[in-house]
């Protein structure tokens, strides 16, 4: 019995899979970026205490 499996990244489509790999990961550091800064510097109260309190859970420094 033979198998007729492929790899996930055929020669055929290898191209456009890395392009399509690139863009997601750059709009997830893109997104993570905003974010972060967002409520990094947010005027919101709520938004900088809950980050604040995930950097001590973290065991992150914040001062």
Do not use: W
């Amino acid at each position: 019995m033979t198998s007729s499996a492929t790899s996930p990244l055929s020669i055929g489509h290898s191209t456009s899979a890395i392009r399509s790999l690139m863009l997601q990961l750059a709009a997830g550091a893109l997104l993570g970026m905003v974010v972060l800064y967002g409520v990094a510097f947010a005027e919101s109260p709520f938004a900088h205490n809950a980050a604040h309190d995930v950097r001590h859970i973290t065991v992150k420094p914040c001062h």
